[in-house]
């Protein structure tokens, strides 16, 4: 197993089996004696919900996202040619093209079981749209490795950190250390030794006071990554709501004007049904 095999792997899952299936892949890293490749996969940052319907959509629907950010090539091309009549047709065709992947996300998620609220159509299309015009996430997106959606609405744009948390770091290939020719070692009296043999004592002690250390900070660091994760869904969770919110309250205010309306012509209604009134009881006093 390798970094790129376990990301891959972890990507293609839900988010609620992330997190137990990076601490699975974590421990057979140890297993094999791999430290540091058991730390770089602890860090890769468990999805969003609507990071993972796009991540769905590249490997789902590789050719109609491999088509959309080959769109969004043409269309800087056409912006540099000053070319009106193809970007116009372009936009059209890039307006088209990303409402119908937001969608084709939305279903796929719905195909595994998950409900997806109304504004998660908005943001896998506001996503893949950024997409388009940056090829750092244009490359996640192609990947399936998005951890967070990118957006631009009432809490501004999404750090682009935060997008990228999927972004594997390069491996260098290990060298040999190369070795210089041994020299004999000089010979101890008793006092040496002992003194040798105490400090290679306290030294096997120190290093496994540090080896215990390591491990605790090395739990506590994959404690505070699910909470993020956690914090993460949370506030993927409040922008939703505060969307839905929003809408309500422009349901609501529409209400109230029609309300308004209604009051005014049931109000000018009664005045002339009361005019009409009194000139009637003043034809009848004459």
């Known amino acids: 197993m390798d970094l790129e095999t376990a990301a891959d792997e972890l990507y293609a899952l839900s988010p609620d ?3 137990e299936r990076r ?25 969003t919900r609507s990071a993972w319907l796009i991540n769905q959509l590249a490997r789902q629907e590789p050719d109609d996202l491999t088509a959309l950010l080959e769109l969004g090539t043409a269309l800087q091309e056409a912006q540099q040619r000053m070319a009106g009549d193809e970007l116009r047709q372009l936009s059209a065709q890039r307006r088209k093209a990303v409402d119908a992947l937001a969608r084709r996300a939305v279903e796929l998620g719905g195909e595994q079981g998950y409900s997806a609220p109304d504004g998660a159509t908005q943001e896998v299309g506001q996503t893949l749209q950024t997409a388009l015009g940056d090829p750092e996430i244009a490359e996640l997106v ?12 009432g809490f ?11 972004s594997l770091p390069t491996q260098a290939p290990r060298q040999p250390a190369k070795k210089a020719p041994a020299e004999p070692a000089p010979a101890m009296d008793p006092k040496q030794r002992r003194e040798a043999e105490q400090a290679a004592a306290e030294a096997r002690k120190q290093a496994a006071a540090a080896r215990k250390a390591a491990a605790a900070a090395e739990s506590d660091a994959e404690a505070a990554t699910q909470h993020a994760d956690e914090l993460a869904d949370q506030v993927e969770s409040l922008r939703s709501q505060l969307r839905q919110t929003e809408a309500a309250e422009r349901d609501a205010r529409e209400a109230a004007r029609a309300a308004r309306k209604h009051y ?3 109000r000018q209604a009664a005045l002339s049904a009361e005019q009409t009134a009194a000139a009637a009881e003043e034809a009848i006093q004459l």
């Open 17 to 19: 089996e992330f997190i």
């Open 23 to 47: 601490k699975q892949l974590v421990a057979e890293a140890r297993g094999a004696k791999d430290r540091e490749l058991a730390t770089q996969i602890g860090k890769l940052r468990r999805p």
């Open 142 to 153: 192609r990947t399936g490795r998005l951890t967070q959606a990118v957006t631009y609405g």
């Open 156 to 166: 501004g744009s999404v750090d682009l950190a935060s997008a990228l948390g999927a």
């Open 264 to 266: 005014q012509e049931l």
